[in-house]
Every structure is written in C-alpha cells, then in structure tokens.
C-alpha cells in the first residue's frame, strides 16, 4: 500500500510560503532521503510544480503511532549525530536559523490575548507565555547559541512518528526539515509529545543536551500557538508539559 500526499500552493506571504515547506519536503525525499540514515518511508513519487507538490510514500500505517521517551530520543541523537556539521553543506537549500521569525512572533502576540483567556492555564503556564509576548524573536536567535549545526526534523512530534513491531522509530512529514542545533527536534519532542515524569528517561536516552534551556522559550511559542487550537479545558496534556518546561527555566 502507499500513502499519497497532495499539497496546493501556500497562500503568498503565509508561514508554508516563506518557509517553503512543501517544497522542502520534496527536497528532502529526492535529495536527503537516500542518505539520511534513520528510518523514513519509501518514496516512489515526488514532484513540485506550479499545482503544488505531490508525493507518493510507503504507507507506515500498520506501524505503532508515536514512539516511546527512549526510543524517540535515541532515534533524534541518530540522525543528529550523523550530520552534526554537514547537513548545511551538503544541502545548502535547507531552511536556515530564524527563518519566518517575524512572522511565528506576530501570529503569537496576536493568539497571546486568547490563549490569557483560558480558564485552563495553570500560574506558571500563563506568566511563562506572557513572558514571551513581545520576544518571540529574541527567543528564536538564542537557538543560534544551541550547538552546532545538523539536520533537523522540526516537527519530531509523536504524530510524526511511527514504532515498528520490533522497535524501530520512522520519521513522517519532513516539511519543516531545517539545519539547526539538533537539541531543538529533542526539546520539541518533550514539549509536544513526552508526559514530563519521563522526560529524565528520554534526555538520558538522547545524552548531552544542556544547551536544552536555550531552545525552550522557542519551542513553548509552537506548544502555545498548538494549544490554542484546542478548547478550553481540553489541553491539559499541553499545560503540563509547558509548565514543566518553565521550571526548567
């Protein structure tokens, strides 16, 4: 079976336009795919034109949804070690630090006074998101100091992720492949998908990661904006895991 992904053209001037996110996922799966060195689908089709991108992919489905704390970890470190210094280099088209900044920080100043109005917020989650109105740029270029550079996933979430019946972690929807430091994938991955009691087991799993805080304040402005989707009283998963990122902060 295969799995067909169709995506129309960004609308000009929206976050998939500037970031060029369809069209980096074709990129990935013609260019990067072959060499990447963890486990993707098969690609059988991938195209980019002026009706949008079309790919045409193994069909993972089968597979377990997600992937555990020590499995998703020690999978991100894979593909990190792997193109720690390279990835930049070898595929120069790859989304570079910052890219949309401007854009991801008026879309939340602009949510900002919605997601205030939730009943749901814990103290620490609302003084924390508050905290970022008004310097999501800021927030963005402090990644920069993170670490070297690798290939990034970018939405290393556990919707993008599949388990094999023998334990083996694939990584879906590569829209957001980027070239960052690598323990940005990893911070997004607890903050999106890890219940906190056992985020120790997963940055055990992943190693060195204490350049962790630094992407933290970049990573919750994506777990806000993902919240506020979500009604009210309906996000509880969210709220604890933005509140454990802010204590560790």
Request: glycine content about 10%.
């Amino acid at each position: 079976m295969t799995h067909t992904k169709r995506r129309p053209p960004a609308v000009p001037g929206s976050i998939p336009d500037v970031l060029n996110i369809f069209e980096s996922e074709v990129r990935f799966y013609r260019e990067v795919a072959p060499y990447v060195g963890v486990r993707v689908p098969e690609c059988y089709q991938a195209e980019s034109g002026p009706d949008g991108t079309l790919l045409v992919l193994e069909d993972l489905s089968a597979w377990a949804p997600g992937a555990g704390p020590v499995g998703g970890a020690r999978a991100l470190r894979d593909l990190h070690d792997r193109w720690t210094g390279q990835a930049h280099e070898r595929w120069p088209w790859l989304r570079p630090l910052g890219a949309g900044a401007d854009l991801v920080a008026d879309l939340y100043d602009r949510t900002w006074p919605t997601l205030a109005a939730r009943q749901d917020l814990t103290a620490p989650v609302r003084e924390f998101g508050e905290g970022l109105v008004g310097k999501v740029v800021e927030a963005e270029r402090a990644v920069a100091g993170a670490g070297p550079l690798t290939l990034v996933h970018g939405d290393a979430s556990a919707q993008n992720l599949r388990t094999s019946p023998d334990g083996e972690v694939a990584f879906l929807d590569w829209e957001d492949i980027s070239a960052a430091p690598g323990v940005l994938d990893l911070a997004w991955f607890l903050v999106s998908s890890v219940d906190p009691a056992d985020w120790p087991d997963a940055l055990a799993a992943y190693g060195q990661a204490d350049e962790l805080t630094a992407v933290l304040p970049s990573v919750a402005v994506q777990g806000y904006l993902s919240m506020s989707h979500l009604p009210d009283g309906a996000a509880a998963g969210w709220i604890a895991r933005l509140e454990a990122a802010a204590e560790m902060l």
